[in-house]
């Protein structure tokens, strides 16, 4: 029997080898498994501090773009302004338009009896040509009407005043002959 324990003894001791072995092998197993782990967290940290920095970019560019679109708002309402105040320029177009035309319409009447008058008076062919230069110049300072309106009204206003004039010359001459 003392045999028999030994050799259990023995195999027992041998369990107990081949045990530590297959312990120390499940340990370093463990210990490279827990190493892999610590890269994982690692990479997990890179990950989470990239994906902070990726979400703070997010919220600049949001930042960016609400500025971008409070930027386009504003545009927007000046882009009416605009547009209300070019309604009015053409308003204003339409009664300065039916001026000239006014204009035009006395002028031809003036240049009628102008052609008349050719022999008689001589000097006022001068002042129609001149009349005539200045409603054409008027026209051409059509485009810019806002800014030389006042411009206009002063030159219509001499217009009506030379007119009256022309008509006063003519009655008088029309009286001496």
Do not use: P
């Amino acid at each position: 029997m003392g045999k028999t324990l030994d050799d259990l003894f023995e195999k027992l001791s041998q369990m107990s080898d081949r045990m530590e072995e297959k312990f120390g092998a499940i340990e370093q197993r463990l210990d490279r498994v827990e190493e892999r782990l610590d890269r994982v967290e690692e990479r997990l940290d890179r990950i989470e501090e990239r994906l902070d920095r990726i979400e703070e970019r997010l919220d600049r560019v949001e930042e960016r773009l609400d500025r971008v679109e409070e930027r386009l708002d504003q545009h927007d309402i000046r882009f009416e302004q605009l547009e209300q105040r070019m309604g009015n320029f053409e308003q204003g177009m339409g009664a300065l338009e039916q001026r000239m035309e006014r204009q035009e319409s006395l002028m031809k009447l003036v240049e009628e009896m102008g052609a008349e008058l050719i022999q008689k008076v001589a000097s006022t062919n001068d002042r129609l040509d001149n009349l005539c230069q200045e409603v054409r110049e008027i026209r051409e300072e059509q485009i810019d009407k806002k800014v030389h309106l006042d411009f206009l009204e002063k030159k219509v206003w001499q217009h009506e005043k030379d007119i009256y004039l022309l008509r006063e010359r003519v009655a008088k001459y029309e009286k001496e002959s």
